[in-house]
């Protein structure tokens, strides 16, 4: 394994990058001077000078496409910066430690601006602007929905409003993002070495920027320690690095600093939203208005999480009338990027939090309510008001499940006879729809990918594929699938991914998407490679083809198994006897496939809805928590999950991904926050002493079981299984505390329940009480 | 990452360590390196010359008639270790987080110095009514833990001057003591540290709160109040409080009377355990 902080290039130099102190202000002035003399500094940059070499990035999702505005967003800023962090200038010297010095020689003279950092009021009429041709911090408004309404809200028997603050916060992989850029001058080319989740696209978006063909771009991405949705591109030091190694005539490497990984933003919403319902709990009428605080706009993807959590609105649940409207607000915190559940969990969380608070106001038991709102098994494929067409699944069977895994009325009992000791327990279920494999029209937000499969003379096998693994294992279950079709042992068998220049244009890893069409392809790919494999091996066995079975390394006969021949010797004989006994079998043993799900509607229907989505995984989640009610801590001792990611490949990678998703959910609903100083607007949780995240020790075991509801979408059945797991772990951790805190009858609208947020609301409670 | 050239001195004696520590320039003394390490490569101190006492003897537990003397560069592992270790300073060093690389190379001295509120060592210190004896040019003088903590981030020390060893009175550390510690998650600085040791005559009559306020606020106590004028005292007692990103003030201020409580009601179901 190879991470990028590894790579030494002969010569390689470092490059510093100086990042705006200021939320909002103008560029006055940059002076370079004192940094160019600085020790071992070759070169230096500003951001008008990157602006004589360099285009705008281009927007991973324009929202232009989608009726919105848009920016240009630079490698260094120009004229002014729009958040603390920017990049403003940029050095390269001779090492890491001179590059850092040199930064803090760069003269920059800033005259500060108004900035707004609340969402809320950057919508207001008179807030600072970020980008003066622009007529407000809209970056767009779109509605999702269907029915009517207003007549069912007229109709209904209930009527909830409420409203949920979801905090900035964001992913950590292990690895921060790092890039070497290496000029070749002769060749005039770029070798791009990244932390990408997405090599080929980001070789397009590198050109562009950078102004050359594609075909003077190669990227690689070597083994990448994570991503979460962090590595896909548009970051602002991608198309730098390759200007500074092109401008200095060294390779340059940049390494990001834990407190810059934690610059980039996700996920900061607040939901209003309005729920009529009748007396037995059935929903008919559903209003959330909800706006998305995504920082300045950048050219990561980050702004369309809002986009998508408003489409899966209201997931697996039977709700036909619906008014969904989504706000996107610029605002003066660094970018978004894309994070792991990519906006659905968000819609989880609201979701699960609206039953729940159904539940609690008719005094019914809250599986109960899920129960009778959730699409049933036979109603599958549902199309939902968001234009999502739900493939399969059963829902009520998972819910089952949950409430038996847990041992529900055991637990129930429990929590009474601790209540008689002033002991707080709870109990929180969440239904969870993560839809999977996503592709966005109009965008390199493939919904498909290819692989290649290839075997030797001496019956070794390589797969190629355009899906990149952030360190998952969908490389090793890849290699599964090609291992079986082909009956070879995976010693036999290798896989490449990540390098533009070797495999298949793809798209790289996002939206649980790679064994759904990276996975598939390269089991289409392996059984046209079978085919010509089992008739020759039929020819040299000497029996029909339908009577040849390949495993163990072995082709061999169904009907008398000691009539076998190595696999091995079957390849070569394709390759050496084309004219004799592997006549007619066109070779080489190679075959490129494309995997397109089925499902996907890029043209709008008659309502102007599409589905961008073939597949939909589903979970039940249950957490069990006690609440000290003198601190406000949570404390999280049981959870279990019921999953749903239809056929599975590798039980031990599903189940990975599952706790991994996990531990973010409950570092979601209990502590992880992104927190602005409002008198700075400067990010003050920049490190792991105040960005919190869990550790093994705040877990419990997680209890995992499976149901395997294939797709009717997908080759193989399968459904994604990277992204599920962090909604449906914030809401039932969250639906968990207000269960323990029931007696005192309290909702917290702010997220995370740190112990800081619960206290206050106990206390505001019982202030409210004593009245 | 660390910019600055300096010059590095590992004295192998006290008498080095003051001759390394007087001079004109920046000087960082180096005890676990657990913090100051961390400050130079933020870029936050840069200092001209590095003093590692790591060779200088300061380390080790000992007792000396009626006193417990702990080397300020004693690890927490060494205090877990060592058998003269006051049974109350084992359990605080058993609850340092950040894993066996913090309790190798964290040192309570270096805690002490360093004089972050949330530390366990500022409040545990004052907790065992140590009194610090500091060493510079002029000799050595003592400084009672309770008036070594003067503000967030700063003590009694004075340029040139560094701390020599930590004195422990005895008779404090055969008692039955509670501490309480309360931290958001296990990766977060503890939020409210609470110390109480029984008095002489088997009362829970004082205790200390770290984490609540800059320095350690000691609450004295008759003995006999009740849980709720526990809380209430401490909490009124919090007259410059501590906030970051963790928890604010108010949160701070309010769980040190709920520590408080915590503590003493553990010491005296202790002591109501032993009489039965
Ligand atoms: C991941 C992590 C987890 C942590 N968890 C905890 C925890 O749970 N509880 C807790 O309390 N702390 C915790 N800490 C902080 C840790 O306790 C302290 O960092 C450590 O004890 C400091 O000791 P040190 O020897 O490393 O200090 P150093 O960094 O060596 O020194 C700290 C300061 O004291 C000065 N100094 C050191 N020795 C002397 C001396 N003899 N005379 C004068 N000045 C001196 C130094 O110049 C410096 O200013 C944690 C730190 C980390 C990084």
Known sequence: ?771 | MILDRFEYLRPSNVDEVVTAITTEDEVAIISGGTWVVQQMGQHLRRPKVVVDLSAAGLSGVSTNQDTISIGPSTTYTQLLEAGDTPPFLRKVASGITGGIQIRNAGTIGGSACFAYPPSDAPGALVTLNATMVLRSGDGQRKVAATDFFLDALTTALRPGEFLEEILVPIADTERIFSYQKFRNVTGSTPIVTAGCIASEDGLAKRVVIGGAATTPVVVDLAGDESEDEIADLTRSLISHPWSDALANANYRRHTAGTMATRAVRAVREQIEGEER
Not at chain 1, 19 to 37: F, G, M
Not at chain 1, 381 to 400: E, F
Not at chain 1, 712 to 740: C, D, F, R
């Open chain 1, 1 to 771: 394994m190879v991470y990028i902080d590894d790579i030494r290039l002969p010569n390689m130099h470092f490059a510093g990058i100086l990042r705006s102190p200021h939320p909002h202000a103008r560029i006055v002035s940059i002076d370079l001077t004192r940094a160019r003399r600085a020790e071992g500094v070759e070169f230096a940059l500003t951001g008008a000078e990157a602006a004589e070499h360099t285009d705008p990035i281009p927007h991973f999702i324009s929202p232009l496409a989608f009726g919105g505005k848009s920016t240009d967003v630079r490698c260094l800023a120009l004229g002014k910066v729009v958040y603390a962090g920017e990049p403003v200038a940029a050095v390269v010297a001779d090492s890491r430690q001179n590059a850092e010095a040199a930064i803090e020689l760069i003269d920059v003279e800033y005259e500060p601006l108004p900035f707004v950092i609340d969402g809320d009021e950057a919508l207001a009429a008179d807030a600072p602007r970020l980008y003066e041709d622009w007529d407000d911090n809209v970056v767009i408004q779109i509605p999702f929905g269907g029915g009517d309404p207003a007549a069912a809200f007229a109709d209904a028997e209930h009527v909830i409003e409420d409203e949920l603050q979801i905090q900035r916060y964001s992913t950590q992989p292990i690895e921060p993002r790092g890039y070497i850029a290496d000029w070749d001058k002769s060749a005039r080319s770029y070798t791009f070495y990244g932390a990408s989740q997405n090599p080929h696209p980001l070789k397009w978006v590198l050109s562009r920027a950078l102004r050359v063909k594609e075909s003077q771009v190669r990227v690689i991405a070597p083994a990448v320690g994570g991503a979460f949705g962090l590595k896909m591109h548009g970051h602002p030091e991608e198309s730098l690095v390759c200007l500074l190694s092109r401008l200095s005539g060294k390779p340059v490497k940049w390494i990001e600093d834990r407190s810059e990984t934690l610059l980039i933003g996700a996920r900061e919403q607040t939901h209003r939203f309005k729920v009529g319902f009748n007396s037995q709990g059935k929903i008919s009428a559903l209003k959330d208005h909800f706006v998305a605080n995504v920082g300045a706009l950048g050219a990561p993807p980050g702004w369309g999480m809002a986009f998508l959590t408003g489409m899966s609105i209201p997931t697996g649940y039977k709700i036909e009338n619906v008014d969904v409207l989504v706000t996107v607000a610029t605002t003066n915190k660094s970018p978004w990027n894309a994070a792991r559940g990519y906006g659905k969990e968000a819609t989880n969380l609201v979701m699960e939090r609206i039953i729940d608070l159904v539940a609690r106001s008719l005094d019914m038991d809250p599986v109960e309510v899920r129960r009778r709102n959730l699409i049933e098994s036979h109603e599958f494929p549902y199309k939902t008001t968001g234009g999502l067409n739900i493939d399969s699944g059963d829902y009520h069977a998972a819910l089952d499940k949950a409430v038996e895994m847990i041992g529900l009325d055991d637990v129930r009992a429990e929590q009474m006879r601790l209540l008689q000791e002033g002991r707080h327990l709870g109990v929180g279920f969440a239904f969870e729809l993560t839809p999977e494999s996503g592709d966005i029209p109009g965008t390199l937000v493939g919904g498909f990918d290819t692989s290649t499969v290839k075997m030797s003379p001496s019956g070794e096998v390589t797969v190629l594929t355009g899906v990149t693994t952030p360190g998952g294992g969908n490389d090793t279950s890849i290699l599964q699938i090609v291992v079986d079709e082909l009956g070879v042992t995976m010693a036999d068998a290798s896989i490449l991914q990540g390098d533009t220049l070797t495999t298949p244009y793809g798209f790289g890893n996002y939206s649980g998407r790679s064994m759904v069409t990276g996975g598939n392809a390269a089991y289409l790919a392996a059984c046209d490679i079978r085919v010509k494999l089992v008739e020759v091996a039929s020819r040299i066995l000497e029996t029909d083809n339908t009577d040849v079975e390949l495993g163990g390394g072995f082709a061999r006969r169904i009907s008398d198994p000691s009539r076998s021949i190595p696999i091995a010797d079957v390849a070569y004989t394709i390759y050496t006897l084309a004219f004799a006994t592997a006549t007619g079998v066109e070779p080489p043993l190679e075959s490129t496939r494309t995997y397109l799900p089925g499902n996907i509607q890029q043209t709008p229907d008659a309502d102007g809805r599409i589905n961008i989505y073939p597949t939909y995984s589903n979970a039940v989640h249950v957490a069990i928590v006690e609440v000290d009610i003198e601190t406000g801590k949570v404390d999280l001792q049981r959870y279990g999950v019921v999953h749903d990611c239809g056929t599975i490949i590798n039980p031990r990678f599903v189940e990975g991904q599952m706790e991994g998703a996990i531990a973010m959910g409950v570092g979601a609903a209990l502590m992880e926050h992104s927190i602005h100083d409002p008198e700075t607007g400067v990010l003050t949780t920049n490190g792991f002493k105040s960005y919190l995240m869990p550790r093994a020790s705040d877990l419990p075991m997680i209890e995992t079981m499976h149901q395997v509801t294939p797709s009717p979408y997908t080759a193989l059945g399968l459904k994604g299984a990277g992204e599920a797991g962090i909604g449906g772990a914030q809401a039932a951790v969250s639906n968990a505390v207000h269960n323990a805190l029931a007696p005192l009858d309290i909702t917290i609208r702010k997220m995370p329940l740190s112990p800081g947020t619960v206290l206050h609301a106990i206390k505001y409670r019982e202030k409210e009480l004593k009245k």
